[in-house]
């Protein structure tokens, strides 16, 4: 049939032949035919096009359905010869299960890798397996795979131990490895032959099949239709931007199909975009292409028929058919491996897997992806094909990394990156070197794609185009292979892998000939280089081969025989590479001190110069080597020792160091940018093992095979100072004339770093070979000279030192002998401190010091030994002695040159007019001479060998003529110089060792002498130094206590004189503290009551408050009357308390925010940063910083922390996010007549009050109305006494006040709701009180939260914040309409006194008590002002109070009293009334509910629930009432404690015993309970399936976190991205509010949201934050705070490794816990609102975080 009719009527005409379909029969007829794969193909061509790509939209379940039935079945019917199901089980009943793990890593699922046992990091297990195995007890690491990988649990050579997890231990008993073939019959053997040749043949022809229209022989189907597809393929050149536009241009889609289109071609390598006959498509494909290629190739388009897409559908569903087959029985498997590797009919490399494997770059990624899992499944799993397998590969080599070369996919999808799976496997590498010399095959292709050299045939890097740039970013591969292949050094050589080493071994040497000398420089003079020469990519191939240059050396040092060939190659290569360099320079001789040298002219400022020398850099490792096994003692014969020329060995490393000399001696200063680079990479910790360390080797070697002298003389040459030192005079310093200043200055830097390089050649003693040392040694000194700069974290440690090839420094294993741990609190980070007794090894001029290091280091050690009261000298550290290859280096200290040029520099310094010396110069000499002295020492405690002795060599004076001092002397007349004070601690120390020495010499060489008068004299100098010292402490501290006398003496008399300021501002700071302490209360009552008639009244003078502007400085009384004072704040929507979020957001025209919902889902929170400004100054600063916001946005496109158009600025202060400002009010003043109605009469007046006034309303309507019937019934409300209706009351406040009013309103509203702002909308004022309320309550929740007093622990910003929203409330009517707002009171009150006027007041169950409160308390005041009856205010606060604390007893005994527990408590009779009360009342509920309410008994247990239920609403009234009326609280409530119940209910006048409240009204109570309980609403919420709220609310916690971060990371990888069917997401979050996982960052998920598109976090964080989320990015290890859709940031996860650190994007993979504290410190942020303050920070401090795109994640 063709597929062209529609698709609905396809599947009815193919039915019924599916349906008689019989899979058994089909498998019957096989089995008899004569020519098996015609058939089989024959079956193919019929069904294959009727199940797959019938039309544009693809139906993968019911595809997968047909397949399953129409051609996997008979498959698998003739593979058993029975039913699947039976005969499949039986094979894997009868299979030993293989010990390898073999699971395949999902992209970010978590891999473990164990420090201790792994051979190498790549050898990782898969969560399952690590949790089962040993290795979790051991120092692990912990990364996210890049997907593709698999466990090697059960591979033995990948672990020094426990290669087997619990699940893949081998079964000791059937230890007996027969062949696995062996279980199964030969007809099934030859079955499964037949099946898998046939299936894995079809599906390797199609998949590699290129043509478009025809299909290969005997698959042609029988009807062919005019249906074609347009198949887009995956490119990494375009961009995701790129392809979404070019395709809504080609089949005019919508940006979401295209941009779904884009995902699964990124995705799967291919995607159809149109359907269709041929030339439909064709005109797509000619769009497409047609768009894509101004810039760049296009895309890659092709236009098939649809029976071609069919079967290569069905050729990946067949390969995945074959992995699921062969995974029931390791036999299967046997034969798909046998299948796979059988030589083809064209011979050499004609397998189906080299097919498979040479087609790689022309296959999609799709199919790449599914053919290399099969390969996992199968060939890998399986150790004899995998060495087959392995061979293949190896011969293929160079062709695939070719092909990989010209392909553009990356490397994870390409099947060169299976070398790491084979490569690793040491028994495999090995083999593979030897019988396919795998070593020179991969440095011979690395060659032959690295072409460009120069003449001398370097590599030249010089003006790479994009296309070679990306090339040599993929040969970077290669250099990958080849570390994989000499990861594990070998223990046995055979004479093959000898031969075959030393092969690859010369192939090496020819490419690192290559880089010798490479990217050369010469000094620029006169005019800045014009461009920056390209050294970057040279230093890229040096830092990817560090390694690989490393193993190398460890691979000669475990033979000798390959150790002594690759030295001797490495000379002659080093030898070949100096015959081109020596030419054409003149010889020359130098002679000093009465010796002389013949060597060439050569200067580094004119000349060539490379800082590349590899060749002689590994001669230099080899050299070491040499010394460390000693070779070089054993066999001298075999070793050409004799033939090398030392000055030819130190000539280049040499020239190296002389240029790093010059650079810092800002020579080079004109060559750029280029060359500082690259010193500082030379010596960077990155390359500096194989660069810098090996170049002083180098001059080691090259120093310990000649005269000292003749090596210091060429040294001074190349370092341009020989004419310094060698004129006859040179004592009296050069050319005394005034020299160029910048001369002078360049020849005292060279002076300082030839002397420092002359310390580190004798003194660098820490290579194993080079000194007597162990590898643990060097990384101890290593980390003892990090930490005297100062204590350092783990990471830093670990990134100042070297890793090996393993990732590893080595460093655990010897940091705690030399330092201390000390863990972190709730920010920083955990530190180690050098513990004090490895001071001693510190040496000043450590090779690898910068120089910032070194005098941050020097500062550090002296200021720790003067604490310590010791003398603050630094001495050289003893040495570890050298090895005998290297022991004559010590007598450079000797040497008549070096002696000479000390002399020289101290008799410098003793004539210092002529600044042409440095006190870093002096420093060197002095220390130079303490190595000297350190070192006989040494010498004489050892063995009384008296070859080295020093201390003669500087006692003795010059030669005549010039009869110059001796060094000894120079010292002792510095002593005594003014001007060396620093280095007089040095001087001394040297003279009194001096001094032992001499005596030391002295007792060995005579009897003992007599008390030594030298001993006593030096005493007496020591006592003298010693009383000096005390006498300057002394006056250095009467100095400090004198001047500490006068500031404060000062301090004291600036606080006398401003006296009144201090006081203020002292009470401002407090005020419920001041004025509770100062005044007693002055009402007739004594007791401190908030709320009532009887409440706490302010006097004159507490309500006066005198502010001051931050903007202007000037003060300001707070008065009614007066200019309007302000205060910053910032008001956002909030679901902090939120017991519900799952209801959606209500639609802001229509919404109606009266009633608030117990659920609490949405509220209003307003916080403040407590800064006050006149409202004049404020307005003025807004308006400059939107008229900056205005010039900014003209200039520069970028964010600012805040949204200027949202009415957002910054605090002038602080800094501190705000978006509007609160006026501040006085306190209210109030009048109280004795006589008060009670409750009932109160009620009475009250509910005329509302009738009157809704008829009065109704008048006016209905007068506008003109309708004369409805009249009749209204008249019949007259007001009550005093009422007047037409009253307008004026209005107290100023003019400026009242626009602040109406500012404040306004933004609430604007935020609340997200609307527009409109201040003549009635929602106005209820936003305010709801924000009022919603404050209060979350302040009372973090109060208990944190454990903290009601009163007087809140600072004091909240506390202003809280008094002036209180006050601004009680005074937000006054700008509203008034009827409004008596409208609203009147519907306030019909909640609680059922009234038959109004409609639609919800049930009691539906009502927020504490929100009715505030709103009932302060729209009040609008009705109160029209009634001058002598009623007071407070009467009706406390009325409110009352009927709202009884209906909320209500509401609890309704919603919150669970089943009783039988744990009967009696309380001893003390609260036996209120238990009984609360009984009464329970049963008077029971009757008006009936069955509705549990029955309860205990008395005890109510009266509990009622009490714990209503204590947050108590407190939060308190509050309230504590800064409405602003009664200071009593003591109890500053305290945590018992007491504060009563304390509470006495504040707040009500009764103890709460019920008393009922029962002394009780008919009027009775009647208000019935009407609350007669509501339908009530009924319904309590019988719903919906959880009714319980009180008290609980408070809300972010999310239980697992305390191990993998639990994390393995929850994400298993998530799937919900929109884009199965795939795995690629930034998987986590909400920590509600813990749903997102798929953030992707074009996937993206949703639209107020017409824009937002990624998945941003549009969750409207659902569930009300804008503001706390993310957990799981791969990133990272928490992300987000505001809005503009406003984010990252903040610190709670996660710790035991080093107490963080680990942002598990860069070092350390297992990662849970850390309690700073994950409630990012619960208290949520808590306290301030995640948007904390982000406004964040980003004002880092200007990078602004111009991210939020909204996208």
């Known amino acids: 049939m063709a597929a062209a009719e529609t698709d609905r009527d396809a599947p009815s005409a193919l039915c019924s032949e599916f349906l008689n379909f019989s899979a058994k029969d089909a498998a019957a007829k096989w089995l008899l035919a004569s020519n098996l794969p015609k058939e089989v193909y024959q079956h193919l061509a019929c069904y294959v096009p009727k199940i797959y790509c019938l039309g544009p939209n693809l139906n993968p379940q019911n595809e997968d359905l047909l397949a399953q039935l129409l051609l996997q079945s008979p498959l698998e019917w003739y593979l058993c010869g029975e039913e699947p199901s039976v005969g499949l089980a039986k094979l894997e009943q009868n299979n030993q299960p293989s010990q390898l793990c073999g699971h395949v890593f999902k992209v970010g699922e978590p891999t473990y890798s164990c420090r201790e046992c792994a051979a190498d990091p790549t050898c990782v297990l898969c969560m399952q397996c690590f949790l089962g195995s040993v290795h979790k007890e051991h120092r692990y690491r912990m990364t996210t795979s890049g997907g593709g990988g698999f466990c090697d649990c059960g591979d033995t050579e990948a672990w020094k131990k426990g290669p087997y997890c619990q699940k893949h231990e081998p079964n000791i008993s059937d230890s007996s490895q027969k062949d696995p073939l062996a279980n199964l019959s030969d007809e099934m053997i030859a079955r499964t032959y037949n099946v898998f040749s046939i299936i894995l043949k079809y599906a390797v022809d199609m998949l590699t099949w290129d043509k478009e229209d025809e299909l290969p022989e005997g698959l042609e189907p029988p009807v062919r239709g005019d249906t074609y597809y347009c198949m887009l393929f995956n490119d990494e050149v375009h961009t995701y931007e790129q392809v979404i536009y070019t395709l809504q241009k080609a089949v005019n889609c919508t940006q979401k199909e295209a941009v779904s289109f884009a995902t699964t071609v990124d995705r799967d390598g291919r995607k159809s975009v149109r359907f269709g006959d041929f030339q439909f498509c064709e005109q797509a494909k000619s769009v497409i292409v047609r768009n894509t290629s101004r810039q760049t190739k296009p895309l890659r388009v092709q236009v098939m028929h649809s029976s071609i897409v069919a079967h290569q559908c069905f050729a990946l569903k067949a390969l995945t058919w074959l992995g699921q087959i062969i995974r029931y029985s390791d036999a299967l498997r046997r034969i798909l491996c046998q299948v796979g590797l059988q030589r083809g009919p064209e011979g050499e490399n004609s397998s ?3 097919t498979l494997m040479l087609c790689d770059s022309k296959m999609w990624k799709g199919a790449r992806n599914v053919y290399h899992q099969l390969f996992m499944s199968s060939l890998l799993m399986d150790p004899k094909y995998k060495k087959l397998f392995a061979i293949q590969f190896a011969k293929n080599y160079r062709r695939l990394q070719t092909d990989f070369m010209e392909d553009d996919h990356e490397r994870v999808v390409s099947v060169t990156s299976l070398s790491v799976q084979l490569f690793t496997a040491p028994t495999v590498a090995r083999m593979l070197i030897t019988e396919e010399n795998l070593m020179t095959t991969i440095i011979r292709t690395f060659m032959d794609h690295l072409r460009h050299r120069d003449l001398q045939g370097r590599f030249q890097f010089e003006r790479y185009t994009a296309q070679q740039a990306f090339k040599f970013r993929r040969v970077q591969s290669l250099i990958g292979d080849l570390k994989y292949v000499l990861i594990s050094r070998p223990t046995e050589w055979t004479d093959q892998l000898r031969e075959k ?26 005019q800045h280089i014009e461009m920056e020469p390209e050294w970057e990519a040279a230093f890229t191939l040096q830092m990817k081969l560090t390694h690989i240059i490393s193993m190398m050396q460890e691979w000669c040092a475990s033979d000798e025989r390959v150790l002594i060939e690759a030295y001797k190659k490495c000379l002659s290569a080093l030898t070949h590479c100096h015959s081109g360099f020596t030419d054409g320079e003149q010889p020359i001789t130098l002679s000093m001190c009465g010796h002389s040298v013949d060597t060439i002219r050569y200067c580094v400022s004119q000349e060539k110069v490379s800082i590349h020398l590899p060749v002689s850099r590994l001669l230099a490792g080899l050299h070491a080597l040499l010394s460390k096994i000693e070779v070089a003692y054993r066999f001298p014969e075999q070793l050409p020792l004799s033939e090398l020329s030392p000055p030819m060995l130190i000539e280049h490393p040499l020239r190296c160091l002389v240029l790093c000399a010059q650079v810092h001696a800002g020579m080079w200063r004109r060559n750029g940018f280029s060359l500082v680079n690259q010193i500082y990479y030379y010596h960077n910790v990155k390359c500096r093992v194989e660069m810098f360390d090996k170049d002083l080797i180098m001059l080691q070697a090259g120093a310990s095979m000649m005269d000292p002298n003749h090596f210091l003389m060429i040294m001074l040459s190349r370092f341009e100072l020989y004419h310094i030192f060698s004129s006859a005079d040179c004592r009296k310093r050069y050319s005394r004339e005034n020299a160029n200043k910048d001369v002078v200055q360049q020849n005292n830097t060279l002076i300082e770093e030839m002397l420092h390089l002359v310390i580190m050649i004798v003194g660098e003693r820490y290579t194993a070979g080079v000194g007597q040392v162990e590898c643990s040694d060097e990384i101890r000194r290593e980390i003892v000279h990090q930490l005297c700069i100062r204590p350092m974290a783990h990471s830093e440690l670990v990134k100042a030192l070297p890793e090996n090839e393993n990732k590893e420094t080595g460093m655990e294993r010897v940091i705690d002998s030399v330092a201390l741990f000390k863990k972190p609190g709730v920010t920083g980070r955990g530190l180690y401190k050098l513990r004090p007794e490895s001071a001693k090894m510190f040496n000043l001029y450590f090779h690898h010091y910068s120089r910032a290091d070194q005098s941050k280091a020097e500062e550090a050690q002296r200021k720790i030994k003067r604490q310590n009261g010791e003398d ?42 002529g600044g042409h010396w440095s006190e870093s110069m002096l420093q060197r000499v002095l220390h130079l001479i303490g190595m000297g002295l350190v070192e006989e020492q040494q010498h004489l405690a050892e063995d009384n060998d008296t070859n080295f002795n020093f201390t003669l060599k500087i006692s003795r004076p010059g030669e005549t003529p010039a009869n110059t001092p001796s060094i000894l002397a120079l010292l002792e007349t510095l002593q005594n110089a003014p001007h060396l004070e620093v280095h007089k601690d040095m001087i001394r120390w040297i003279l009194k060792t001096v001094a032992n020495i001499k005596t030391t010499r002295e007792c060995t060489a005579s009897a003992p002498p007599s008390d030594s008068s030298g001993h006593s004299q030096e005493e007496t100098v020591r006592d003298k130094d010693k009383a000096e010292r005390k006498r300057k402490a002394e006056m250095a501290r009467l100095r400090r206590e004198k001047i500490m006398a006068q500031m404060s003496e000062m301090q004291r008399h600036f606080i006398n004189e401003n006296k009144e300021l201090f006081q203020q501002s002292l009470e401002e700071l407090d005020p419920s503290t001041s004025s509770s302490l100062e005044h007693s209360p002055s009402s007739c009552d004594s007791s401190l009551v908030c709320v009532g008639p009887r409440r706490w009244r302010a006097g004159g003078s507490e309500r006066r408050q005198v502010v001051t502007c931050i903007l202007c400085q000037e003060e300001q009384e707070i008065r009614s009357d007066g200019k309007a004072m302000v205060l910053a704040a910032f008001v956002q929507r909030s679901t902090v308390m939120s017991k519900n979020r799952k209801r959606p957001p209500h639609n802001p025209d229509k919404y109606d925010p009266l009633f608030m919902h117990p659920d609490l889902s949405f509220g209003t929170h307003t916080g403040s940063c407590g800064h006050i400004m006149h409202s004049h100054c404020w307005q003025r600063y807004f308006e400059a910083v939107q008229a900056k916001e205005q010039r900014r946005q003209q200039r520069l496109r970028v964010h600012t922390s805040y949204d200027v158009e949202n009415g957002e600025f910054l605090c002038p202060l602080c800094e501190c996010l705000s978006n509007t400002v609160i006026p501040l009010l006085p306190l209210t003043k109030t009048s109280c007549s004795s006589e008060q109605p009670d409750l009932s009469l109160w009620l009475n007046i009250t509910s005329q009050q509302s009738k009157a006034m809704l008829s009065a309303q109704r008048k006016t309507k209905a007068a506008g109305a003109e309708g004369v019937d409805e009249m009749d019934g209204v008249n019949d409300c007259p007001p009550p006494d005093g009422f007047k209706l037409d009253y307008t009351p004026k209005n107290p406040y100023s003019s400026t006040i009242k626009e602040m009013l109406t500012t404040f309103g306004t933004a609430t509203y604007k935020v609340g709701l997200k609307v527009h702002p409109n201040e003549q909308d009635p929602r106005v004022p209820i936003m305010c009180w709801g924000s009022c309320a919603y404050t209060i309550q979350s302040i009372e929740r973090l109060l208990v939260d944190e454990e903290k007093p009601l009163f007087g622990s809140l600072p004091c910003r909240q506390d202003d914040c809280l008094s002036s929203l209180t006050r601004f409330g009680s005074a937000c009517w006054s700008v509203s309409s008034h009827t409004t707002v008596q409208n609203h009171f009147i519907r306030l009150l019909s909640a609680l006194v059922p009234d038959p006027w109004v409609e639609n007041t919800p049930c009691i169950l539906d009502v927020d008590m504490f929100h009715l409160l505030v709103s009932l308390v302060l729209s009040h005041p609008a009705v109160f002002c029209l009634d001058s009856s002598g009623l007071s205010a407070d009467t009706a606060q406390l009325h409110f109070l009352h009927l709202v604390t009884v209906a909320h007893i209500v509401q609890i005994l309704l919603t919150s009293v669970p089943e009783e527990v039988q744990m009967e408590q009696e309380s001893g009779g003390a609260e036996r009334e209120e238990e009984e009360k609360v009984c009464m009342l329970y049963n008077t509920l029971r009757t008006h509910l009936g069955s509705s309410l549990c029955e309860v008994s205990s008395g005890w247990h109510l009266w509990r629930c009622v009490k714990t239920g209503i204590l947050p609403y108590l407190r939060a009234a308190a509050l309230f009432f504590h800064y409405l009326n602003g009664a200071p609280p009593p003591p109890e409530l500053h305290t945590l404690g018992l007491g504060e119940w009563e304390a509470l209910c006495g504040y707040l006048c009500l009764p103890s015993n709460l019920l008393q409240l ?8 009775e009647s208000l309970l019935h009407g609350w309980c007669s509501h339908p609403g009530v009924l319904q919420g309590l019988q719903s399936s919906v959880a009714v709220i319980r009180f008290p609310r609980e408070s809300n916690h972010l999310i239980e976190l697992p305390s191990d971060y993998s639990a994390l990371i393995n929850q994400a990888s298993s998530f799937t991205c919900p929109k884009s069917g199965g795939d795995k997401s690629r930034a998987p979050t986590l909400c920590l509010v509600c813990g749903a996982m997102l798929c953030s960052q992707s074009y996937c998920c993206q949703t639209e949201l107020e017409g824009e598109d937002v990624g998945a976090c941003t549009a969750h964080t409207f659902a569930c934050g009300a804008g503001v989320g706390i993310f957990l990015r799981v791969r990133e290890s990272q928490v992300l705070f987000l505001a809005g859709k503009t406003k984010g940031c990252f903040y610190a996860p709670p996660y ?28 208290k942020l949520w808590r306290q609102h301030s995640i948007t303050e904390e982000i406004g920070h964040a980003q004002e401090a880092n200007q990078t975080l602004v111009g991210i795109d939020w909204q996208h994640l």
Not at 507 to 517: I, R, V
Not at 1696 to 1719: F, I, K, M, S
Request: hydrophobic share 40%.
């Open 352 to 354: 189906l897997v080299d």
């Open 1696 to 1723: 710790l490794d035991d080093y107490g650190e963080t680990d942002q994007g598990l860069r070092r993979g350390n297992p990662l816990h849970l850390c309690q504290e700073r994950y409630r410190k990012i619960q």
């Open 501 to 526: 080493y030393l092969e690859g071994f010369d192939a090496f040497l020819e490419l690192l000939k290559c880089m010798q000398g490479m990217d050369p420089v010469v000094r620029q003079v006169g």
């Open 1558 to 1565: 009922f029962y002394s009204n009780q008919e009027l109570m």
């Open 872 to 913: 603050s000298v630094l001495p050289p550290p003893v040495l570890p002695r050298f090895c005998p290859l290297f022991a004559s280096l010590v007598n450079i200290l000797q040497c008549d040159v070096l002696l000479g040029i000390l002399g020289a520099v101290l008799q410098w310094a003793i004539e210092p007019s």
